[in-house]
């Protein structure tokens, strides 16, 4: 067991700060999954998205990704979704999207992963902090956040889910 203020759990790092804060961040975990990808990721994006995120070709008009780049996507989806739950949360939306694109991934979602892999790659080293009143117990956190997971006071975990609203 490891008592110190700096803890690294499953590619996750974490560091409570004396003002009560903690940091959570995944830096490495996020250079190796820039590195993985099979195109070398250059430039930057202001945003994880584009404003056509929810833009879907129809389907005798997509152009799908060969097996080998649709196992990339796949792979890398997961990935961003272990990111977007735990350190990465400005990157949900667009991770929660391209997680409904697994079944047949086309040339526009791989552009769309892309597009979230250069966001990241620009802000590799951005850091955010949680920050949860001391008299909030760990039971009492739990209590008004079902879906968080927390560790001495402060959320570590939660729970992004995709609602389906169904139109006749």
């Known amino acids: 067991m490891h008592l110190g203020k700096k803890h690294d759990y499953l590619g996750v790092d974490m560091e409570f700060c004396d003002d009560g804060a903690l940091e959570v961040s995944m830096i490495k975990y996020l250079k190796n999954v820039i590195e993985e990808f099979p195109e070398v990721i250059k430039?930057?994006?202001a945003t994880p998205a584009?404003?056509?995120?929810?833009?879907?070709?129809?389907?005798k008009d997509a152009k799908l990704l060969d097996e080998e780049r649709a196992l990339a996507f796949h792979h890398m989806v997961a990935q961003l979704l272990f990111m977007a739950t735990r350190a990465r949360r400005d990157i949900q939306?667009?991770?929660a999207f391209l997680t409904t694109r697994g079944k047949n991934p086309d040339e526009d979602d791989w552009g769309k992963l892309k597009r979230v892999l250069?966001?990241?790659n620009g802000t590799k080293l951005l850091v955010p902090s949680r920050r949860y009143p001391k008299y909030l117990t760990r039971l009492s956190l739990?209590?008004?956040s079902s879906?968080?997971?927390t560790m001495t006071g402060s959320g570590v975990l939660e729970v992004m889910s995709i609602q389906t609203l169904r139109v006749k």
């Open 50 to 59: 584009h404003e056509k995120l929810f833009v879907i070709r129809d389907e």
């Open 93 to 95: 939306t667009a991770v």
């Open 43 to 45: 430039g930057r994006a």
């Open 147 to 149: 879906h968080a997971f």
């Open 118 to 120: 250069k966001y990241l």
């Open 142 to 144: 739990l209590l008004l």
